[in-house]
């Protein structure tokens, strides 16, 4: 079992910064990769960005990119989303999750098994 709590949340206006963080235990972090996924009400879950074991693979979703980077200290056992120039769109409830598949790294929910219980991202216009 993998535990995942994030943190990080809140409310910002429009353009402004957060950054989100993941903290594991019960298993060895690096042996997963981690990604962030996000969801609004009435929708799926959307992927956001992951990040492979040793952080030198990521992959980003298109309405992202460039504006958000992912990281991950396999000391700390902590993931990281760094949210930049945020926008009213990017509001919504920020999940991370964990999975061990070897390979390209995954941007399908189902792919992941350890979920954490999200942390709520405002952004203001």
């Known amino acids: 079992q993998v535990q995942l709590v994030e943190s990080g949340g809140g409310l910002v206006q429009a353009g402004g910064s957060l950054r989100l963080s993941c903290a594991a235990s019960?298993?060895?972090?690096?042996?997963?990769?981690m990604a962030w996924f996000r969801q609004t009400p009435g929708k799926e879950r959307e992927f956001v960005a992951a990040?492979?074991?040793?952080?030198?693979?990521?992959n980003y979703a298109a309405s992202v990119k460039g504006r958000f980077t992912i990281s991950r200290d396999n000391v700390k056992n902590t993931v990281y989303l760094q949210m930049n120039s945020l926008k009213p769109e990017d509001t919504a409830v920020y999940y991370c999750?964990?999975?061990?598949?070897?390979?390209?790294?995954?941007?399908?929910?189902?792919?992941?098994?350890?979920w954490g219980q999200g942390t709520q991202a405002s952004v203001s216009s």
């Open positions: 990040i492979s074991r040793t952080g030198t693979s990521t």
């Open positions: 999750a964990a999975e061990r598949s070897w390979g390209q790294i995954r941007a399908n929910p189902s792919a992941y098994v350890y």
């Open positions: 019960g298993r060895t972090f690096s042996n997963y990769n």
